[in-house]
């Protein structure tokens, strides 16, 4: 192999051993000026090179066999760490999804439970407000109706009667029929 020469090039066997074969494809395509007529020679060398490092005596075989075995236990032992891994993954991912679904059905209880109390309550502060305002329209609007038709009393300040329903009593019922339907 040295001193194999194409198109008038030498390459030095020695230097070839140094470095890969991508280095030395890029080197031969250099000095070749990446004509296609030579790149059958540099294929020869390249290939030369291949058989030269495939040859390799007793040692070498044991060397390379104990380098595979090595390579080999290197990928069991990775390969085993990452199914741990993705088992750890997995166990994580599924306490995960169990705590959003917790999540998730205690935010329905929490919604259903503020909602109808929100809701409880401020019926009830309603229904009171309008209870009352109903009652002091009624109040009104018969107190109203009997000063209409029976005069505002001497002494009261308005034409508003807080015992309108006992003077409509003292009346008669159809006075009092009359002051409980005007409003």
């Known amino acids: 192999m040295p001193g194999q020469s194409v198109n008038g090039e030498q390459i030095d066997a020695q230097n070839s051993e ?18 296609p007529e030579s790149i059958e020679g540099y294929l020869a060398i390249v290939y030369d090179k291949f058989l030269a490092d495939q040859k390799l005596d ?41 705590e959003v679904e917790e999540l998730g059905l205690e935010k329905i209880e929490i919604r259903n439970g503020e909602g109808e109390t929100g809701n409880t309550t401020s019926f009830v502060i309603g229904a009171f407000i309008t209870i009352l305002l109903t009652l002091y329209l009624f109040v009104f609007y018969s107190s109203s109706g009997y000063s209409a038709f029976y005069g505002i009393k001497q002494g009261s300040i308005g034409f508003i009667n807080p015992n309108v329903f006992t003077d409509a009593i003292n009346r008669g019922g159809g006075v009092f029929a009359l002051i409980v339907f005007s409003p």
């Open 58 to 98: 007793e040692k070498g075989i044991r060397d390379k066999i104990s380098k595979l075995r090595g390579e080999v236990q290197q990928e069991k032992a990775r390969r085993q760490e990452l199914l741990a891994e993705v088992n750890a993954q997995k166990r994580n991912r599924e306490d995960k999804e169990k």
């Open 18 to 35: 140094r470095i890969t074969y991508t280095q030395l494809g890029f080197r031969s395509a250099q000095k070749s000026q990446s004509h």
